[in-house]
């Protein structure tokens, strides 16, 4: 099954937004065994459309638009898609309902716009998209698939996870195909690939190991293909061979995996803490709130959590956290000695249990010759011992507070694991 | 001159990477007036550059290719454009001498690859790289213009600007477009569709109108094209037409519109900020540092910023805020009494001149029939006032702590301005 993704809208074309929503579909397509064999973005008239369905549908079997479906004039979609499926528009009831309801929540009600947006194709299948106004469409013609689905990232993964997946592995019985992904931190992909060289050359031919790297991190995904003949075990001994595998990997690195699938390094240093019934709160200068935001999108978070001391000036490092002004004055804020001062004064400020404090310079900025840009001193401390690391990143200030949290919430982890 | 962007290769059909070349060559194509009308991505086989050339050609008088170049891909593109331009491959001195220098200055010698990839199909006009090995190539047949560019984006960005641009505007004597963004916050699509309405429908033919939403915020994009003849006043004169038009639109919601273009909130109102000579920080629940970390992604924010305390629990809202615990038993952590309190508590405990408060219940958990989740309490606050405002966002967590930050940083911006 082959599949084509078409995004509509001039905000592409113009270069005005970074298109992240076909990366994330291709993944997900990939993930469930659906290849993508084009991609391709068109401009928002009615004639650039259908040309764009039409080569889109030359190849593929399952075509996935988005964009173009918003409540205001600039969209064209929908009566386009009508126009081409040859189907009468129709005022959608359960629709507007769900619209209706959605604004009632919030305490207002639906505008008038909203009637125009439950306004449908009747010939399509409508997916219901419970965050967000506009609904997914589906259509069929002559063995092919289209679906159209609003651009908004997280309404369009929305309809792509609840609505579009589900179906398409309901129609095409494909071949099994097995994921498994393994979650590491600290350490650069090139280290990982030396540590586990001798083991990628044992893999056998269906199974493919995957480096996905993302800031400070790396993921590791074994994904297993089914190449023999589609016997009723076929899954099941899949799954089999690649967990073994995975055990496999697992057993080599040890030390640098902090979880599997979706964790992420918040959720399971909230779970150690939890496990461990410890209060645990951060004292932050450059990253400025990155690490204390990053551990209450947690949900629950708030039963170890009570809070955070963002101290980016000297003033409030003395004030709140007790750091002694000598220290900063003779070492610098950026310093061994203030991230300990620091993490040891956020025990008592915040009434914690562990603690966590960093100091850096986050850029482009502030450097000096023995301080460049991207230093960053981090302290871990309980009642009885501070462990403190420095790293030296880069020179994007951004990027630089991202990768900070990482390394801070890693060090984090390994202190409760006492592996440090 | 219509351009169309074609991207070979696997990793961006599987996901692999984000494509962020695309949306730099629009940018550049627009400033320098010409037209990107259609993007799409092929995988590295002959027949899908084939097919992929093709279909870009339809329409385009220019199609600019990247990717597919390197020396450890094959060389299939190279191959390919040879077999459709019928043309020879030669080994092109120049290029291998120059890959040669390049290799020298970082202390090495060429690998034997590169001889390869200074073989060239004769009919190309060469582009030469001085920043990686693949150089570029320019065909042209029928009228239309074929360019093929290396995929690594700093290699990408150098042959553009130094040989793809001078020479499409030294042949084509570019129709002007002009695009105008303003940004809003605070208000909802179809909302501000509903004010703007009038507007709308007395835009010439040549100007278009786009909304372009995200979380609490609408960028409105005025995009003029100019369509008499090519006078030499013609891009002035679009200019002032899109200018006033900007003018025009800027009237109707000054409540709403925060910035221009590349504007952010957090860097809009620190601007106010070092313009006012005022010192800011905020206290923190639901959104738990969230405020602090946008704010901080500024460079040159600790002029203004120097410090926050995220008080997630009962406990810090008393001890580092001095919230009457009375306060809190009463009304609740999220009550309009309650941030008032934490605001006014900020001033003093991070000595600033004007500060920021907020307690919500984030979710997905924590609702009550009086307080559902997704309700959010903000004031801000300064020595002689304070301003609270309640909003009610709905059930995901990360979205209701995005947008939170987003209305909260507008609040801050209209408070400094005296617009509440």
């Known amino acids: ?19 992240t929503n076909s990366p994330w579909m291709s993944q997900q397509l990939n993930l469930h065994g659906m290849a993508v064999i084009g991609k ?3 401009a928002d008239t009615r004639q650039d459309i259908l040309d764009g369905i039409e080569y889109a549908a030359l190849k593929a079997d399952v075509i996935i638009m988005t964009g173009g479906l918003g409540p205001t004039k600039d969209d064209v979609t929908k ?7 040859d189907s009468e528009m129709a005022f959608h009831p359960e629709t507007f309902e769900r619209i209706e309801s959605y604004f009632q929540k919030v305490g207002k009600s639906a505008p008038p716009a ?8 009747v010939k399509a299948t409508i997916l219901p998209n419970k965050v967000g106004s506009a609904p997914g469409m589906w259509f069929e013609r002559a063995g092919k698939i289209f679906v159209s689905l609003p651009g908004v990232p997280f309404e369009m993964e929305y309809l792509m996870s609840n609505e579009v997946l589900p179906r398409l592995q309901a129609r095409f019985q494909a071949s099994p195909i097995v994921h498994r992904t393994l979650l590491t931190a600290g350490e650069g992909e090139s280290n990982i690939a030396r540590r586990i060289e001798a083991f990628e050359d ?10 996905l790297p993302a800031l400070g991190q790396v993921r590791l995904r074994l994904s297993g293909t089914w190449e023999g003949e589609l016997k009723p075990d076929a899954a099941a001994r899949l799954n089999a061979q690649v967990e073994s595998k995975k055990a496999e990997l697992q057993a080599l690195i040890p030390d640098l995996i902090f979880g599997e699938e979706n964790d992420t390094l918040q959720a399971v240093v909230g779970k150690i803490l939890l496990a461990q019934g410890k209060q645990f709160g951060t004292a932050e200068s450059c990253t400025g709130g990155y690490v204390a935001h990053l551990i209450t999108t947690v949900p629950g978070s708030s039963h170890y959590f009570p809070g955070t001391l963002v101290t980016y000036s000297y003033g409030m490092k003395e004030k709140l956290l007790g750091v002694n002004p000598d220290t900063l004055l003779r070492f610098g804020a950026v310093s061994e000695e203030t991230v300990r001062e620091m993490a040891r ?11 966590l404090a960093i100091s850096g310079i986050a850029g482009p900025d502030g450097g000096t010759p023995d301080k460049p840009v991207g230093t960053v001193w981090m302290a871990v401390s309980d009642r009885s011992r501070t462990v403190a690391v420095k790293y030296i990143f880069g020179r994007d200030r951004l990027k630089n507070i991202q990768l900070t949290g990482t390394y801070a919430l890693n060090l984090v982890r390994r202190f409760l694991l006492r592996q440090v």
């Not at 084509?4 to 298109?19: A, M, N, P």
């Open 40 to 42: 391709s973005s068109v």
């Open 79 to 85: 009566k386009t898609l009508a126009e081409m499926f």
């Open 114 to 121: 909203m009637r125009d947006q439950a306004t449908l194709p």
């Open 345 to 355: 004064g956020a025990l008592g400020a915040l009434q914690v249990d562990v603690s």
């Open 202 to 211: 044992t893999l056998p031919p269906n199974i493919k190991l995957a480096y």
């Open 1 to 19: 099954m082959q599949t084509h993704l078409l995004t509509i809208g001039d905000e592409i074309l113009i270069g005005q937004i970074v298109d």
